[in-house]
């Protein structure tokens, strides 16, 4: 079977944001500790790199299409914290925010169906 070129351009553009966003993540937790505390999460900041070395090594595995369903099933598990603690559109406020929030929400919901589809992959 040939890899067809917008395969690779696919893949890569769903890894790279992970990978890039995912070391963020583990080298500077910042804000998002915060955000991990406040849905409860046990030893936010050591969660909150992990999740982010997670998301850059599944981005990683699923740009070079190494280990595609398991990287894509594990994307998936480390976007509903991420997306739950990060993105509570429905606990904000002011209009502009809570806008801003739910785009975020939504389109992570998007990415998680993109990684679904190639999880089920044969």
Not at 30 to 39: D, H, K, M
Not at 50 to 77: D, H, Q
Not at 79 to 96: K, R, S
């Amino acid at each position: 079977m040939s890899i067809k070129p917008l395969e690779i351009i696919g893949r890569v553009a769903l890894g790279a944001p992970f990978v890039k966003l995912g070391l963020e993540a583990a080298q500077n937790p910042g804000a998002r500790v915060e955000a991990a505390e406040g849905i409860g999460l046990p030893a936010p900041e050591a969660l909150v790199r992990f999740n982010g070395a997670a998301m850059a090594a599944g981005g990683v595995a699923v740009a070079l299409g190494k280990l595609p369903r398991t990287a894509s099933a594990g994307l998936i598990l480390s976007l509903i914290p991420t997306t739950y603690a990060g993105h509570q559109f429905w606990n904000v406020e002011d209009p502009a925010v809570r806008k801003a929030h739910q785009i975020n929400f939504l389109k992570n919901v998007a990415l998680a169906g993109a990684f679904a589809v190639i999880a089920a992959r044969d």
